[in-house]
């Protein structure tokens, strides 16, 4: 029978991709445990996508994730071997985030979400992102994470978070957003 739990975790410390243990309470948990919320976030989106092309760009977005946790996960002599997250990643978001500005009208006031519900769960994701990307500045500013790549990646992705709501609003037929001062 495969076992679901180790209890190495039971002291309070969690494993990295490296050696030793840290704290559950470690800067880099916190930052790890917000990009796997906004990965989780992301597949509630995903679920319920109406847009033709927003299922496959979440997706996408998920498994960029998962190789931007590796990269957080290790140490930072193994940081190399994890890295997934380039410049490469990052024009692909702006590529994205581009293409669907050209189908919506972006609003010039702030947004109430809830219009949809893929809308909804696209500012959840958004806001989460934003979470992550502050936790993960803070391993950047402290010299534990290299790679500038991962900020820009997770900035960029709050970016394509917005406009997919706007798009997810529109593909449901709405006109546009609620606006927070109608």
Avoid: H
């Amino acid at each position: 029978m495969t076992r679901f739990y180790t209890r190495k975790g039971d002291d309070g410390t969690t494993g990295v991709l490296g050696p030793g243990r840290v704290s559950k309470t470690d800067a880099r948990m916190e930052a790890l445990g917000s990009v796997d919320e906004a990965s989780a976030a992301l597949g509630m989106v995903r679920s319920f996508a109406l847009g033709q092309d927003t299922a496959a760009l979440v997706m996408q977005a998920q498994r960029d994730l998962y190789g931007l946790m590796g990269e957080v996960a290790a140490t930072p002599e193994n940081a190399e071997t994890f890295r997934a997250i380039t410049p490469q990643r990052v024009a692909w978001l702006e590529a994205q985030i581009d293409a669907l500005s050209a189908q919506v009208s972006l609003p010039r006031e702030f947004i109430v979400p809830g219009d949809t519900r893929p809308g909804a769960f696209l500012a959840l994701a958004r806001t989460v992102v934003r979470r992550a990307e502050r936790r993960v500045a803070v391993l950047v500013e402290a010299g534990e994470l290299q790679n500038p790549e991962l900020l820009r990646y997770l900035n960029r992705l709050s970016s394509l978070c917005f406009v997919l709501e706007l798009y997810e609003s529109q593909a449901a037929g709405r006109a546009g957003p609620t606006l927070a001062k109608d």
